[in-house]
């Protein structure tokens, strides 16, 4: 990893869909230096997906987002990472972090209604072995989302000219 | 009634792009190059700044000079950085943006009749500036074959037994040139030769891409001979804040400071905090808005290039400037053309001076989407031109 796959990482983060001659002139490497490394950031599983960033709210399909904090017995030889593993595999789990304080891991959880999100942690979460306790958060409203705001305040006009 | 306006604002030429600031104001959809300013708001830790202290309470004059605590916080970002040595307490001012730094220096050392040579193309208020102080502007032509660097030949054609100062800027608004160490020796050797001082306006030094900037008194023999400009709108997009400095040899640095504080008493106080922010915590926002103008840089020149309009590239600022002399229009009929038909503004080079005829000045500082965008206008511009 040198100066230029930071500089391919960022700018595919923000945009993934640039092309490689694009990314070739922003860089100032060979279009082929940049499939090379884009190649080797895939391999290495740096670079995990390419994805858009979408405001659900507006495309209107009313998902509900659950935050989902559990306490976890972690297991000999293991630690946390066998149940993380098992937890990570149910679709409705969208991330899964393990994290400092109170709780142990944290979920971030999708489901069509809120009934739906409460139904797969009662049903499927909660009653697996080495879970100690769950504290569900629906959430409200997305202001923020992957480093983009999405309150849809675009800033102060500017004169058309200044020198 | 007697005519009441002064000769010296007289001498003034009026702003060469007032028709066509007043025509984008009417206009809807235009995509703006021509404005020198970022794109990007100040990084919020910095707004925050500005904002507790406001909610502080803290909303009062300043010292004549600025902040200490601003001041020390300078003194040790010049050194780190560029290598700049220069006292807190007696050899820097914190002024109202570089705008009033560059007055309050020409003012200190200009008497009616010194000349000022000043390099172009070149950013507009200098030689207002100069002539208002009752000195004499002398342009020197930095040539679109260096790289429009200043080079020693140009600079001695105009050198005179009046020659007395000798304003820079680089990064240069608005070709985006820079001066490396040697181009800044062989300019060095001249300037002592001939006693000149130099008044070196650096606003843009933090935006330099291949390489870092070098600043002029850290040349031999010149910082007792410089006077160093700076501030904080370009670099932390803080334009709106007005922050900027002066660093002169403690006898300069008095005259300047003494014109300050008769006519700006002190740069706003919440500014000067938010400044102080953004020198302790605005590195990272910094460098990352420097990556951004540089892709955007890389981008744009390629494609002006690809469209027929030649372009050097800018190694500093966030400044594209074309050559339109392919077209067959002058500067002012491309753009004035481009913004009536493809509603895209950008600043005709004459208005930085004659050396820049026949030239663009084209800020980068918007988003890559309207950048492209104002690609495909100005391409189609050219394609509908008369062959």
């Known amino acids: 990893m040198d100066e230029k796959d930071h500089l391919l990482l960022q700018i595919?983060?923000?945009?993934?869909?640039?092309?490689?001659?694009?990314?070739s002139v922003m860089t100032e490497i060979s279009a082929r230096d940049?499939?090379?490394?884009?190649?080797?950031?895939?391999?290495?599983?740096?670079?995990?997906?390419?994805?858009?960033?979408?405001?659900?709210e507006r495309a209107g399909n009313g998902e509900v987002w659950g935050i989902i904090e559990l306490k976890v017995n972690p297991e000999r030889d293991f630690g946390y990472d066998r149940i993380a593993e098992r937890i990570s595999k149910f679709k409705q789990v969208r991330s899964l972090r393990l994290i400092t304080g109170t709780y142990d891991f944290q979920l971030l959880v999708t489901g069509k209604n809120m009934q739906e999100v409460a139904r797969f942690v009662s049903e499927h979460i909660a009653p697996m072995d080495r879970i100690r306790e769950t504290a569900t958060h629906i959430v409200m409203k997305n202001y923020k989302e992957n480093g983009n705001c999405l309150c849809g305040h675009e800033g102060t006009e500017r004169i058309p000219y200044s020198f | 009634m007697r005519n009441f306006i002064s000769k010296a604002a007289e001498a003034i030429p009026p702003s060469g792009i007032r028709k066509f600031f007043d025509l984008a104001l009417t206009m809807d959809d235009v995509i703006s190059l021509g404005v020198g300013e970022p794109d990007f708001t100040t990084p919020w830790n910095v707004c925050e700044a500005g904002i507790y202290s406001i909610e502080q309470g803290t909303t009062s004059y300043t010292s004549n000079r600025g902040l200490q605590e601003l001041r020390d916080s300078l003194s040790e970002y010049l050194k780190d950085h560029y290598g700049l040595h220069y006292d807190a307490d007696r050899e820097m001012v914190i002024t109202s943006g570089v705008s009033e730094a560059l007055d309050i220096a020409i003012r200190a050392v200009i008497d009616p009749g010194d000349e000022a040579l000043v390099t172009e193309p070149i950013y507009v208020s200098y030689a207002p500036c100069v002539t208002l102080a009752g000195g004499i502007p002398v342009p020197v032509p930095c040539r679109e074959k260096d790289q429009f660097r200043l080079m020693?030949?140009?600079?001695?054609?105009?050198?005179?037994?009046?020659?007395?100062?000798?304003?820079?800027?680089f990064p240069n608004n608005p070709t985006g040139a820079v001066m490396k160490r040697d181009d800044l020796k062989a300019i060095a050797d001249i300037v002592v030769d001939h006693d000149l001082l130099v008044i070196?306006?650096?606003?843009?030094?933090?935006?330099?891409?291949?390489?870092?900037?070098?600043?002029?008194?850290?040349?031999?023999?010149?910082?007792e001979r410089t006077i160093t400009l700076n501030g904080f709108s370009k670099a932390y997009a803080m334009t709106g804040w007005r922050i900027g400095y002066l660093?002169?040899?403690?006898?300069?640095?008095?005259?300047?400071?003494?014109?300050?504080?008769?006519?700006?008493?002190?740069?706003?106080?919440?500014?000067?905090?938010?400044?102080?922010?953004?020198?302790?915590?605005?590195?990272?926002?910094?460098?990352?808005?420097?990556?951004?103008?540089?892709?955007?840089?890389?981008?744009?020149?390629?494609?002006?290039?690809?469209i027929g309009l030649p372009c050097h590239v800018p190694e500093g600022a966030f400044y594209a400037f074309?050559?339109?002399?392919?077209?067959?229009?002058?500067?002012?009929?491309?753009?004035?053309?481009?913004?009536?038909?493809?509603?895209?503004?950008?600043?005709p080079g004459t208005v930085f001076g004659d050396a820049a005829k026949d030239h663009l000045r084209c800020a980068y500082a918007v988003s890559r989407k309207d950048l492209k965008e104002a690609v495909i206008r100005i391409e189609r511009f050219m394609s509908n031109l008369p062959n």
């Open chain 2, 152 to 169: 020693p030949d140009a600079l001695m054609e105009k050198i005179s037994r009046k020659s007395k100062v000798l304003i820079l800027n």
């Open chain 2, 322 to 347: 074309p050559s339109v002399t392919s077209t067959g229009l002058s500067d002012f009929e491309f753009a004035e053309q481009l913004l009536k038909e493809e509603r895209v503004a950008v600043v």
């Open chain 1, 34 to 56: 940049v499939e090379c490394r884009i190649a080797a950031l895939e391999e290495a599983r740096i670079i995990r997906n390419y994805s858009a960033v979408i405001d659900w």
């Open chain 1, 12 to 23: 595919l983060e923000e945009n993934s869909r640039v092309s490689v001659d694009e990314l």
């Open chain 2, 200 to 223: 070196s306006d650096e606003v843009y030094a933090e935006l330099t891409y291949g390489g870092s900037h070098v600043a002029p008194a850290t040349i031999d023999g010149l910082w």
């Open chain 2, 247 to 306: 660093c002169a040899p403690e006898p300069i640095c008095d005259a300047a400071l003494k014109i300050h504080q008769y006519v700006m008493l002190c740069a706003p106080v919440m500014g000067q905090i938010a400044a102080n922010a953004a020198i302790r915590n605005g590195e990272d926002e910094k460098d990352k808005m420097v990556t951004e103008y540089r892709v955007r840089r890389n981008l744009f020149v390629h494609d002006l290039n690809r």
